[in-house]
């Protein structure tokens, strides 16, 4: 009951109520995996990021199919500069369900600050391929093309996302 409550209260972006409710509902049943994968998120929310990294390490050696919590663990990483470790992460969630826009485009951030930026573009590239209006993920691209010297892409890159941000507005 605490988690489907904790859920419901994070959907309504009342990060530390959700925690609340989860430390209760891991007290209760702490071999809860989906429970552990739930407080990672909304502890990256709250911006506890070793908090959320130890909370999807914890779901993982309960469920380790548990595809966001390799999802959740591999952002808490970017965040904590364990890029390695990041990128492992995202490729474990990439490999065990249907690829997504925003996977795609964390790991190419990971990557692209590894200095791995060719496999970044590619990351990147597929990500804009699933959502075409994925303004960051251009940006980002750019900013990858950049880094290895392509002026040109990296230009065109940057002038779609500023054409996409003035048609949002």
């Not at 988690?3 to 109520?17: D, I, K, N, V």
């Not at 595809?67 to 500069?81: F, S």
């Not at 600050?113 to 990147?124: E, P, Q, S, Y």
């Not at 892409?153 to 949002?168: E, I, T």
């Amino acid at each position: 009951m605490r988690t489907c409550r904790a859920e419901a209260l994070s959907r309504l972006h009342r990060w530390q109520a959700a925690a609340d409710d989860l430390d209760i509902a891991l007290r209760l049943n702490p071999d809860d995996a989906a429970a552990w994968s739930l407080r990672g998120a909304v502890n990256l929310e709250l911006v506890r990021w070793s908090d959320a990294e130890s909370d999807c390490t914890r779901a993982l050696a309960l469920d380790a199919d548990c595809a966001d919590a390799w999802r959740t663990r591999g952002v808490a990483r970017y965040r904590l500069g364990k890029l390695d470790a990041s990128i492992a992460d995202f490729t474990q969630a990439l490999s065990m369900s249907d690829a997504d826009a925003e996977t795609l485009y964390r790991r190419g951030l990971a990557l692209r600050d590894a200095g791995d930026n060719r496999r970044a573009v590619a990351d990147f590239t597929a990500a804009i391929t699933l959502y075409d209006r994925y303004t960051e993920a251009y940006v980002a691209r750019g900013k990858a093309h950049a880094n290895l010297g392509d002026m040109s892409a990296a230009r065109s890159d940057w002038a779609l996302a500023a054409q996409m941000l003035h048609q949002s507005h």
